[in-house]
DNA sequence: AGCACGCCGACT
DNA sequence: GTCGGCGTGCTC
């Protein structure tokens, strides 16, 4: 307690972190009998409303003046304070994405409910003393011979298991036979058991296993698993869980996709006999701050989540594993801009845990990381089971070819038919949707163009439609041309999916076609039907885009052809080449994954491209050996940073006055290229609200530091501006 | 006049 | 992030 001048005794003070864009916690004063400490929970006032906060500083002197300061309104303290190691991450996490601290401790308190305990659900109990019910109808009877363990049941559970409506119950009740109690809320789920069905391991396997289980105790380290598809990565880190779970710690899996975790849970579940606790946006608000109080508490031992799970408040973390870890879904592009994969690596360093990385085609940045040493590369180079990689070979389309207005090529069809002859499944990946990406008059050249966005409409025929793949605009499919009026004028020019499936039913009018396709009406109910369906043999050739390259397994699929393997290759993004070397490595590793019977068919313009060689000799190393010498060579990420300022509002001039102002001092660091500015001040012409500007330097530090002091000086414009730096931390660590 | 909307600054 | 205040412009 402080004496102030006037002899009263002063409150102390503590500085709030509060859940909102400030730069800084707030001070509030502590009301008698309240004793908040670091990283305790609390309710404050702001402004006109109430916030929840985490205390970040204690006995503090004033930093406005007292007159503004206001109490405490509350301390949770049945919620566990976030211990130091969280909030060391949550500063780190904000310093890194230049996010303020608020915004980050936004993503950790995502579930208010979960501050206070959860409450007792009402049950019902034998009144022991009772006699039975004078009337003892048969579902009484039912009821009462249910209840023989003498135990209190939920209403609803009682009822189901004794095959009786609730009314049944309300009556023995009303009877005094039975009494309503408060029964403690269950836990979120059962414990999972390191040592329920632990796997037999290949050798390979078993090697990688030890090393993780060795350093699954121990403090903070990152693996690489590196394993080509089938290599069996998952049952190998699922040890090194196992080991943190015996060691009394908890573990954190994130997955990229929400879609594919009920087979992941499965799968979790088969090993360890109990599900894990799953987090991810669309799990309902009760369940979330179960999770949320169970992390916490300790009552959860593993949590099988995306990206968002990092932010969970572990109390005794000891692992993170992040499957997929190329994979774009753990980037977060809104408010905070982080990549879930590297803060995973900062959040074990902070604490002092292993993490381990695992893909079949790693990122451009963990290969580099294992190449330094600052990862543990483990190796998985062979599929389990003995099944052997699927051949893979390039098709030189301008060798090979179709016919025009044909899109497979006679070598793939042959494949195909050989295929369709052993009674063997096809994949024809075409990562296009619809049924042609431009439709032209040919007598009066008129393109069909998006009202909202300046891109072609896409053509899908099935639908009837031209739709707009950036806004969803969608049209009719016209009949004759609007400008010219030509009627069997429009043609359309280039494959999609569904025109590769027309293509493969005119050559195979007896095979089964199937197309898949995220825009496929019937939603995800459907698309787990026809997933279904092909693993069931239901289909001879399925054409589909992305989405058939992760997590679904087709067990009779033995060919893969990759109709335009040079799609994606030739657009601006500097991940351009890794991306579609990942992507079609991932798809053609879908060949022939159970039976070991597998090959793929790279359709190409260009075979001498990196990336197609590569995959058709199956020599990943060569990819990886080129793009980190071209990444290197042009100072991008990982070698270079790569950094977007992104201005949106409406004052064009104000904005096109920033743009000019970050192009100004740009040429005062000689190794900071900006590109971009003039793309951005054309796109303010056109109208756009919002442009990117790409800098590029070899030091991330010097870019930052550069950005940031450039903010601070610069005069604001109206609208916001937000930076983005897309860098992985490693070499900060 | 009445209000819908967008912008902007404050929030301890 | 969220709120209230305020100016602008449109409608009853």
């Known amino acids: 307690m402080v004496q102030d001048l006037f002899g009263g005794s002063a409150r102390p003070l503590v500085r709030v972190l509060l859940p909102v864009a400030v730069a800084e916690p707030y001070t509030y004063r502590v009301p008698e009998g309240m004793a908040p400490g670091l990283g305790s929970i609390v309710r404050v006032p702001l402004g006109p409303r109430e916030v929840i906060g985490v205390v970040w500083a204690v006995d503090v002197a004033t930093p406005v003046s007292p007159g503004r300061l206001k109490d405490l309104l509350h301390h949770y303290d049945q919620a566990p304070p976030l211990d130091d190691a969280l909030r060391a991450l949550i500063d780190w996490v904000a310093n890194w994405t230049l996010a303020s601290p608020g915004m980050v401790l936004r993503m950790v308190l995502r579930s208010e409910e979960a501050l206070e305990p959860e409450a007792p659900v009402p049950g019902v109990r034998r009144i022991e003393a009772a006699p039975p019910p004078e009337r003892l109808t048969a579902a009484r009877k039912r009821v009462l011979d249910t209840m023989e363990d003498g135990f209190a049941w939920s209403k609803s559970g009682l009822a189901h298991a004794a095959g009786v409506s609730a009314s049944v119950i309300d009556g023995l009740i009303a009877h005094e036979v039975l009494e309503v109690v408060q029964m403690p809320a269950v836990p979120p789920v059962p414990a999972p058991d390191p040592d329920w069905a632990p796997p037999t391991l290949t050798a390979a396997q078993q090697v990688a296993a030890d090393r993780l289980v060795k350093a699954a105790s121990g403090g903070f380290q990152t693996f690489l698993i590196d394993g080509v598809t089938g290599s069996g990565k998952t049952e190998v880190y699922f040890e090194a869980v196992a080991a943190a779970l015996r060691a009394g710690r908890q573990a954190l899996i994130l997955i990229p996709e929400i879609a594919l975790t009920s087979a992941f849970l499965e799968r979790f579940e088969r090993r360890f006999a109990a599900r894990p606790a799953e987090w991810h946006s669309e799990i309902s608000p009760k369940q979330r701050a179960r999770v949320w109080r169970g992390v916490a508490t300790g009552d959860v031992r593993v949590v099988v989540g995306a990206r968002s799970a990092l932010f969970l408040p572990f109390r005794e973390l000891g692992l993170i594993v992040v499957d997929e870890e190329h994979d774009g879904a753990y980037k977060q592009d809104d408010r905070v801009p982080y990549n879930a994969r590297d803060m995973a690596v900062v959040r074990g360093h902070l604490t002092g845990f292993p993490v381990i990385l695992a893909s079949a085609t790693p990122s451009v940045e963990s290969q580099v990381n294992a190449e330094a040493g600052r990862y543990q590369r483990l190796e998985l180079p062979e599929r389990a089971l003995g099944a052997n990689m699927p051949e893979i070979v390039a098709i030189d389309m301008r060798q090979d070819g179709p016919e025009r207005g044909q899109w497979l090529a006679p070598t793939l069809r042959r494949a195909i038919a050989e295929a369709l002859a052993d009674g063997a499944q096809s994949l024809l990946f075409l990562n296009r949707r619809g049924y042609a990406p431009l439709t032209l008059c040919r007598s009066c050249g008129h393109r069909f163009q998006c009202p909202n966005c300046s891109t072609w409409l896409i053509e899908h025929r099935f639908r009837g439609q031209l739709a707009c793949h950036h806004c969803g605009h969608v049209e009719p499919s016209p009949d004759h041309c609007p400008s ?116 793929g068919m790279l359709q190409t313009y260009a075979p001498e491209h990196p990336v197609i060689r590569a995959l058709a000799r199956d020599d990943r190393a060569a990819f990886y050996r080129a793009e980190i010498a071209a990444r290197r060579a042009a100072h991008l990420p990982p070698f270079g940073r790569m950094a977007a300022l ?64 450039w903010l601070k000086q610069a005069p604001k414009p109206r609208g916001s501006v937000r930076l983005q730096v897309d860098v992985d931390p490693q070499s900060f660590l």
């Open 484 to 599: 010219c009026g030509g009627t069997d004028s429009l043609v359309p020019c280039g494959p999609g999916v569904e025109r590769i499936a027309e293509e493969a039913g005119d050559l195979f009018p007896d095979a089964r076609v199937l197309v898949l396709s995220s825009d496929l009406p019937g939603g995800a109910e459907r698309m787990k039907r026809e997933m279904k369906v092909i693993e069931e043999g239901g289909a001879d050739i399925v054409v589909g885009t992305q989405l058939v390259a992760k997590g679904h397994n087709f067990p009779l699929m033995r060919l893969v052809g990759v109709v335009d393997a040079d799609l994606g290759l030739a657009n601006g993004d500097p991940r351009a080449a890794e991306r579609t070397f990942q992507l079609l490595a991932q798809v053609t590793g879908r060949a022939g994954r159970i039976s070991g019977q597998g090959h």
């Open 646 to 709: 992104i201005i949106s509002g409406q004052d064009k001039a104000a904005a096109a006055a920033h743009a000019r102002a970050l192009a100004l001092c740009a040429p005062r660091d000689p190794a900071l290229t900006v590109l971009g500015p003039a793309e951005a001040a054309l796109a303010l012409v056109r109208g756009r609200h919002r442009f990117r500007l790409l800098a590029m330097t070899p030091r991330a530090t010097d870019l930052q530091g550069l950005l940031r002091a």
